[in-house]
């Protein structure tokens, strides 16, 4: 159950962030909602899930993008990483630390961007407008993780219900 929550959330985002998110730039800057969604799937400290999600993730983001392929795959795995190795280090249970985590990731993700765009002889102007949104991405990207954490907590109590529900019925209907 929780795996057809990861996989929805996922595709929702990438669509949700192409379609929605971008008519509500600011400077030409719009937060990366699958980015929230992979570190939130790594807070845990289950790397397999973690890392799944980010692999899911990346290869709909790749989907949607129309750059070459791999690029965002590379970036979410690199996030997820990321995250797994601050996780075990830091007390994830408080705000603070959360929307840090998220600023430091989203750092990562930008210079990861950059360098695979480099390594791939993309446009340099590309390049130099993506270095101008970095601060604004970040900031953006962690204003919109404080909404989204809370949504995704409600999803997951939500599903748990769910599926508890369907439990029970198949089970009075067995008897």
Known sequence: MKLLIWLFLGLFLIIFQTSVFDKLE???AKPDLLLILVVYANLDKKIYKGLAVALIGGIFADGFS????GIQLICKQVDALVTQFLSRRLFVNEKFVK???IAIVSLVDRVV?????ILLNQNMNTLLYMARNTAIIILYNVIVSLILFKVFDCVFVLGDKIYKTCYTIKKKLRI
């Open 26 to 28: 600011i400077f030409g």
């Open 99 to 101: 929307v840090l985590i």
């Open 113 to 117: 961007l950059y360098s695979t765009s």
């Open 66 to 69: 129309g750059t070459i392929f």
